[in-house]
Nanobody, 120 residues
Framework: VQLVESGGGLVQAGGSLRLSCAASGFTFDGHAIGWFRQVPGKERGGVACISRVDGTIYYIDSVKGRFTISSDNAKNTLYLQMNSLKPEDTAVYYC??????????????WGQGTLVTVSS
């Protein structure tokens, strides 16, 4: 199983980026998938997740209304559209997938991460 993120980079505050995560050896369809982020010195935390139980999408409060998670099952690709970026969004972003269908029960597969830097 391989998850490969792309789309990170440097952007000014207020700008936008779209992260992508392409999977091989694993099918996103039917499995919970999500985005996490980690700031150096801090624990990795969830950002958004798509539950396959009922299609519910979860976001952390700090990104609601600014970030949108989506997936293209035909392309087996996960996306994170990030708008109105803030300096506090600066982090390494990881995509992840679960062997199960629910969010919040741990992820089994992880990408290598892509760095997002938001300048003020």
């Amino acid at each position: 199983v391989q998850l490969v993120e792309s789309g990170g980079g440097l952007v000014q505050a207020g700008g936008s980026l779209r992260l992508s995560c392409a999977a091989s050896g694993f099918t996103f369809d039917g499995h919970a998938i999500g985005w996490f982020r980690q700031v150096p010195g801090k624990e990795r935390g969830g950002v958004a997740c798509i539950s396959r139980v009922d299609g519910t999408i979860y976001y952390i409060d700090s990104v609601k209304g600014r970030f949108t998670i989506s997936s293209d099952n035909a392309k087996n690709t996960l996306y994170l559209q990030m708008n109105s970026l803030k300096p506090e969004d600066t982090a390494v972003y990881y995509c992840a997938a679960s062997g199960g269908s629910r969010c919040g029960y741990g992820m089994d597969f992880w990408g290598q991460g892509t760095l997002v830097t938001v300048s003020s």
